[in-house]
């Protein structure tokens, strides 16, 4: 099953003309399984090569119920900046750096999960997931991923120039087990402000000075652990600190029923439904959800979800 589960990235013609037009950024993928699992940077885990083919969804503590965000030493976030290719404020680099030390940790029935910030290193692995996913979810051939990953790639060049406006986290998922390695689980993009709002948002349109959650995908052969849950969980805690806004959105497509549970689950509601009419453009119709956040990250049920959920 599909686990497409919120769409703002298009591939509307149209699209793929501006995203040739606005980049010329090297997008090879020729050499992406391997390069991304033998890092040249400081990385905190050990990453498995195993297949890490995933379902898209792109343009969104321990077991008893507590999520952590922990922060590191100064030096080592010195030593993986988050840089976005601009000049930033004195406000938006205290932002970025708190992006860079945010860390969100849950135990789960079948291992652990840790999930924090992208960095530009890990783009090119991100960007083979997303492409992969989302062939996937669209029934598209496999030979179309090449071309998909390079969209996608525009897309997230793009995007993190938006930092701290905006961000990509990444979900690294262990197995139970002394010799089990750490892998890349999941994704999911999380903007916190007009600033890092998407030029052209899907339908149902989105409040542009809300919180937006969307281009979550989890690996296909790491579904049904409960990985999504707390991708989406850790979206809703890191929006707490970087936004004051607690109204967040997201999308659902209407035929993704097991997302659109698992949204209901986490609080969000269906305020919007596109019009039958955009099925004459060759889209899924989608719901655009809401949620607003608690005062506290403590309020959230983050457990009684996780053995059930389909993500």
């Not at 783009?123 to 998909?148: C, H, I, N, Q, R």
């Not at 406006?165 to 007009?194: I, P, S």
């Amino acid at each position: 099953m599909a686990t497409a589960i919120s769409l703002s990235f298009s591939l509307d013609p149209q699209s793929h003309h501006n995203y040739h037009h606005h980049f010329h950024h090297n997008t090879s993928f020729n050499s992406h399984k391997a390069s991304i699992f033998t890092p040249k940077y400081t990385f905190p885990f050990v990453i498995s090569s195993k297949s890490h083919t995933s379902n898209l969804i792109i343009p969104l503590s321990t077991s008893q119920s507590s999520s952590s965000s922990s922060s590191t030493s100064p030096s080592s976030v010195l030593q993986t900046p988050l840089q976005t290719g601009r000049f930033l404020t004195n406000q938006e680099l205290e932002k970025l750096e708190s992006l860079g030390k945010y860390r969100y940790f849950q135990e789960l029935e079948s291992g652990s999960l840790w999930v924090r910030v992208m960095r530009e290193e890990e783009m090119d692995v991100t960007v083979w997931l997303l492409a992969e996913s989302f062939a996937e979810s669209m029934l598209m051939p496999k030979g179309y991923v090449k071309f998909l990953a390079y969209l996608v790639k525009q897309y997230m060049i793009e995007r993190r120039a938006l930092m701290p406006h905006t961000a990509t986290l990444l979900g690294f998922y262990r197995e139970n087990g002394e010799d089990a390695d750490l892998q890349l689980a999941g994704t999911v993009e999380v903007c916190f402000d007009k600033r890092g709002a998407n030029a052209n948002p899907p339908t149902p349109t989105p409040p542009k000075n809300s919180p937006y959650i969307c281009n979550m995908t989890v690996d296909k052969l790491l579904r049904r652990r409960g990985i999504g849950w707390h991708l989406l969980k850790a979206s809703e805690e890191l929006i707490s600190q970087m936004s004051s806004s607690r109204e967040v959105y997201l999308h659902c497509r209407m035929i993704d029923t097991a997302p659109l549970n698992m949204y209901r689950k986490a609080g969000y509601t269906i305020v919007e439904t596109d019009n039958i009419f955009i099925l004459l453009t060759l889209q899924r119709r989608k719901h655009l959800m809401c949620k607003v956040l608690p005062d506290s990250e403590s309020l959230f049920e983050v457990d009684e979800y996780t053995s059930s959920v389909d993500t």
